[in-house]
């Protein structure tokens, strides 16, 4: 994914939350945090950027919630896997 190495957190984010293929989105998801992490360390206690930060906050908390629905599907799709193959 080195064509993301200069797209902003928010363009990666919005990639990421689009994705339908699951490896895809997996993929996006982990370059979006590592630049919603980026992004937060350069903005740390600078109180201008206050709603920037705010927002970083809220597109983690949405990265976090795609990871468990995809640690759901994943689980599902084993537990339907092993009950096949018992």
Known sequence: MSDLK???WQE???KAVAETDREKQRQL???ADFAIFQRQQK???CIQYREEL???NVATET?????????????TVWLRFRAKSA
């Open 6 to 8: 200069f797209v902003s």
């Open 12 to 14: 990666i984010y919005q």
């Open 29 to 31: 998801v982990q370059h």
């Open 43 to 45: 903005l740390y206690n």
């Open 54 to 56: 705010n927002a970083l």
């Open 63 to 75: 990265l976090r919630a795609i990871k468990h629905k995809g640690r759901e599907v994943e689980k």
